[in-house]
């Protein structure tokens, strides 16, 4: 089958007749007859039915209606994108992060790319630490961003960011006790200062969720200090007093013996000028 074969498919369509699609297309009718037999082979069923009246799809005519106009989108497709001067083939970079750090990170992050490097198709997924690094060591990813960074094999890591997590109250109220869950790293250092006792605080997996509890509630939490900066300096908010504090530094991470999109040094650097240029992180 090729492209003629269905172009010439859909014209008699149009057109109602052989004849007035041999003229449309500017071919003999011999020709229309032959394109339109072969195609019959090629799908071993029968089109048409001619008559006086003109020519009347098949069943499986009309079955094979939208396959062929599929064909034909498709290939104007190609001839377009062939004829760019400029075209790059679409590469497709996989990225991921744990779930705390999909807002606004990786979010960001893609927002990014997509202004920086247009042709660039990004797939992205938020999943546990664990599931992140499964899909990295079975190369189903091609980077992810963690808090915790674990030197495998054929892993590059880099830390791309130095964070912190502070113990900041409402003005409102300082109770309830917000509990986030910021990772197992966390988990354990803040069992071992017991601020307060997470078992009996409200729980939340997601900080901007806790986030937004505490600006309209009241309470206290633990959060990170570019996302509260702003609630701090309006007043908003305050920081406990001795209270201590946790580094919560970010990595980057992804092989070093696969294959990576061209443009993954790009859309690495893309990540980094947004960590530097931004002063605080929205809720």
């Known amino acids: 089958m090729d492209i003629?074969?269905?172009?010439t498919f859909l014209e008699i369509i149009h057109a109602g007749t052989f004849a007035r699609a041999a003229e449309r297309l500017h071919v003999t009718q011999?020709?229309?007859?032959?394109?339109?037999?072969?195609?019959?082979s090629s799908l071993n069923c029968r089109l048409f039915v001619r008559n006086r009246a003109g020519a009347r799809l098949t069943k499986s005519g009309e079955a094979f209606?939208?396959?062929a106009k599929n064909m034909l989108e498709a290939w104007e497709q190609a001839k377009q994108l062939c004829s760019m001067a400029d075209y790059q083939a679409q590469q497709t970079l996989r990225v991921g992060g744990e779930?705390?750090?999909?807002?606004?990170i990786l979010i960001d992050w893609l927002l990014t790319m997509n202004n920086d490097l247009p042709h660039l198709l990004v797939n992205s997924q938020v999943t546990t630490t664990d599931s992140l690094y499964q899909s990295l060591q079975k190369q189903e990813i091609d980077a992810?961003?963690?808090h915790s960074p674990r030197y495998l094999p054929s892993l590059v890591v880099e830390q791309i960011a130095e964070e912190k997590l502070i113990h900041v109250a409402s003005d409102l109220s300082q109770t309830p006790d917000l509990f986030i869950d910021w990772g197992e790293d966390f988990t354990v250092?803040?069992?071992?200062?017991?601020p307060f006792n997470r078992q009996a605080a409200m729980q939340f997996s997601l900080g901007p969720m806790a986030l937004k509890y505490l600006l309209a509630k009241g309470g206290n939490g633990y959060?990170?200090?570019r996302v509260v900066a702003q609630y701090l300096k309006e007043g908003r908010l305050h920081k406990v007093k001795g209270a201590a504090e946790f580094t919560y530094p970010i990595y980057l991470v992804y092989h070093n013996n696969k294959a990576l999109p061209d443009d993954f040094e790009q859309a690495k650097k893309s990540l980094l000028d947004g960590f530097?240029?931004?002063s605080h992180w929205s809720i």
């Not at 011999?30 to 019959?40: F, G, P």
């Not at 779930?99 to 606004?104: C, K, M």
């Not at 250092?189 to 017991?194: G, H, L, P």
């Open 4 to 7: 003629e074969q269905a172009r």
């Open 30 to 40: 011999t020709t229309v007859t032959a394109r339109v037999q072969a195609l019959e």
């Open 65 to 67: 209606v939208k396959p």
């Open 99 to 104: 779930i705390s750090l999909w807002n606004p």
């Open 144 to 146: 992810i961003i963690v």
């Open 189 to 194: 250092q803040f069992d071992r200062c017991v």
């Open 223 to 225: 959060f990170r200090t």
């Open 276 to 278: 530097n240029q931004a």
